[in-house]
Every structure is written in structure tokens, then in C-alpha cells.
């Protein structure tokens, strides 16, 4: 099974940026996707960003696009989230998440994963 773990939330004010960090143990080698997802109390899991391991494609939620990249370190088996010009309604906990049934589409939905970090808080401040 492949173990995830987030770091690098914190506080920021409107217009800042956060570098998020997924760290993947275990059988990374199944994974063919990760991502980051997020979500706000009452809501629903939201697909902010994901990366296609095996041919390096990226996906973005509409509402990140061009603030957002998401990013791969093969060698340290780390994928991180850059946010940038950061919003309020960006405010969320944010989840790392990976498949392992070698699938990466639909990219940016919740069904398409099956192991998940514990999450990291990321607040913007207007």
C-alpha cells in the first residue's frame, strides 16, 4: 500500500503562497497518479490539481488554473502543490491522494483514488 503524508499548510494573507508537500512510502511504484484535493466544511472533496506519474500530463480545476502547479520529485518520491496569489475562498484542507489501479482519468475526481493523506490546513486572510 502506498502511505501519504502532507506538510506545508499554514496561514497566509490574500496574495501569498504556500508550497504543499506530499511525502509517498510504501508501494509508490503502483501509483500511477497523484493529487491534490480540498475541502471546506460541509462541502464536497474538490480536484484542485493532478499529475499523470507515467507521462507527465498535469489537470487544474478551472478556478486554479495559472496560480497553481503541481510538481514531481522522482527521486524523493514527493509530489508538491505551488499556490500562488492566493485567494480567501482558497481557504480548505487540503488532501494528497494517489491510485493504485494504474488510471489516471477521470483526473480530478474523487472515485479515481484510493489512498489519501490526513489532510493540511491552509487559510488565506483578506
Known amino acids: 500500500q502506498v502511505q501519504l503524508v502532507e506538510s506545508g499548510g499554514g496561514s497566509v494573507q490574500a496574495g501569498g503562497s504556500l508550497r504543499l508537500s506530499c511525502l509517498a512510502s510504501?508501494?509508490?511504484?503502483?501509483?500511477?497518479?497523484m493529487a491534490w484535493f480540498r475541502q471546506t466544511p460541509g462541502e464536497e472533496r474538490e480536484g484542485v490539481a493532478a499529475?499523470?506519474?507515467?507521462?507527465?500530463?498535469?489537470y487544474y480545476a478551472d478556478s486554479v488554473k495559472g496560480r497553481f502547479t503541481i510538481s514531481q520529485d522522482n527521486a524523493n518520491n514527493t509530489v508538491y502543490l505551488q499556490m500562488n496569489s492566493l485567494k480567501p475562498e482558497d481557504t480548505a484542507i487540503y488532501y494528497c491522494a494517489a491510485d493504485s489501479k494504474g488510471i489516471c482519468y477521470p483526473a480530478l475526481r474523487v472515485r479515481t483514488y484510493n489512498r489519501w493523506g490526513q489532510g493540511t490546513q491552509v487559510t488565506v486572510s483578506s
Open positions: 499529475l499523470d506519474k507515467s507521462g507527465g500530463n498535469t
Open positions: 510504501g508501494a509508490t511504484y503502483s501509483s500511477r497518479c
